[in-house]
């Protein structure tokens, strides 16, 4: 059996589908989103636990929310808080980790996972990713983890697979495919061969590494520079010329999507991304007109909506269908529930007016 693997948790994101309850200072994955006394990264973190000690954790974030991570996940050294100067999405962030980590412990086997996510079955999760784990054994082979799919929902991406013959629980992916329309939801859906891509991904240390030296060449040189700093207090000087050198991209486009090595398993657990108000409305309490509130509300006429106020005031809401009402601090925002693609368009805007805002 392998030893246990190291968790690289992606916590560097904004949020801004969740603005204005998720600010720029700080962003989703700090907040107790669900009410649970525990942020969405402290619940990632206790998630793992089971499978991985402490010690074998690493956070990559903006350097802005180092003391953020710090204050919430106190267990983790500031060696195991690895801070970006710049956004330069997932391919780079997981660079820098692997490349870190290969230097500790070049047989490592690493577990990478977004910081915001919500699994309602746990001992499911687990047992999913042990097979995803002993999958990743095999050289040069990068796993990511697929939800079957319960609806044509167009705010993932989508993942196509062969299907095996040998009943092996890693299937050879086909395809990737971002955010489709509804009527390409609904015809992946119906195929029965393409499942909803988590995000999370698990490979030995030296795959990944491989991927990034075929693949993304430029970025592995870069990284690769860093051995002499890994660790030793230049790393953060090195870290700061890194991300200057480096292309914006996502681990998907970077690496997966080019890669022949990349294998499958499929996960039903009562997973969502938390991506956007929408889906956490999926996920709350809601009365006989499909509307959460979580406000001291008078609610009349209102269906399929989601009223939630930081404040004690009373809010008087009629007549609406699908709309989103949230009060955070100093801003109150009024759209359509679904509106999640206009979000970015409101923060732009919202910034223009001050820095307060967002």
Not at 282 to 298: G, Y
Not at 317 to 326: R, S
Request: net charge negative; aromatic share 12%; charged share 25%.
């Amino acid at each position: 059996m392998q030893d246990k693997p190291y968790i690289v948790i992606m916590a560097g994101g904004i949020g801004s589908r969740f603005w204005p309850y998720s600010r720029t200072a700080k962003p989703k994955q700090f907040l107790d989103i669900l009410g649970t006394g525990r942020t969405l990264l402290q619940m990632t973190y206790d998630r793992f636990r089971e499978i991985a000690s402490p010690d074998l954790f690493y956070v990559v974030t903006n350097q802005e929310y180092f003391d953020l991570v710090k204050e919430q996940l106190p267990e983790l050294s500031d060696q195991q808080i690895l801070t970006e100067p710049l956004r330069k999405n997932t391919a780079t962030c997981v660079a820098y980790a692997s490349f870190k980590i290969s230097q500790q412990n070049p047989e490592a086997t690493l577990v990478v996972t977004p910081a915001d996510h919500l699994i309602l079955q746990e001992s499911k999760f687990i047992q999913t990713l042990q097979t995803a784990i002993q999958a990743a054994q095999t050289p040069g082979r990068l796993i990511t983890i697929g939800i079957k799919p319960n609806r044509p929902e167009t705010g993932y991406g989508y993942i196509q697979y062969l299907e095996s013959d040998n009943h092996h629980p890693s299937l050879k992916v086909k395809t990737f495919t971002e955010k489709p329309n509804l009527k390409l939801a609904k015809t992946f859906i119906e195929s029965g061969d393409f499942v909803w891509n988590s995000g999370m991904f698990v490979w030995k240390v030296s795959s990944i590494l491989e991927a990034y030296h075929q693949h993304m060449p430029d970025v592995a040189d870069v990284f690769e520079d860093g051995k002499a700093h890994y660790g030793k207090n230049t790393e953060g000087d090195f870290i700061n010329r890194a991300y200057t050198q480096v292309k914006n991209i996502s681990i998907d486009y970077g690496i997966m999507e080019k890669s022949n090595e990349v294998y499958v398993i499929l996960g039903d657990f009562g997973w969502s991304d938390l991506g956007s108000w929408s889906s956490l409305h999926e996920l709350r309490e809601k009365d006989e007109f499909n509307n959460v509130i979580e406000a001291n509300a008078m609610v009349y006429e209102t269906q399929n909506s989601f009223i939630k106020m930081d404040s004690d005031k009373l809010v008087v809401v009629q007549g609406l269908d699908n709309y989103l009402v949230n009060e955070s601090e100093n801003v109150l925002l009024i759209c359509k529930l679904d509106s999640e693609k206009k979000f970015r368009d409101f923060v732009a805007n919202a910034k223009k007016k001050g820095e307060d805002f967002v």
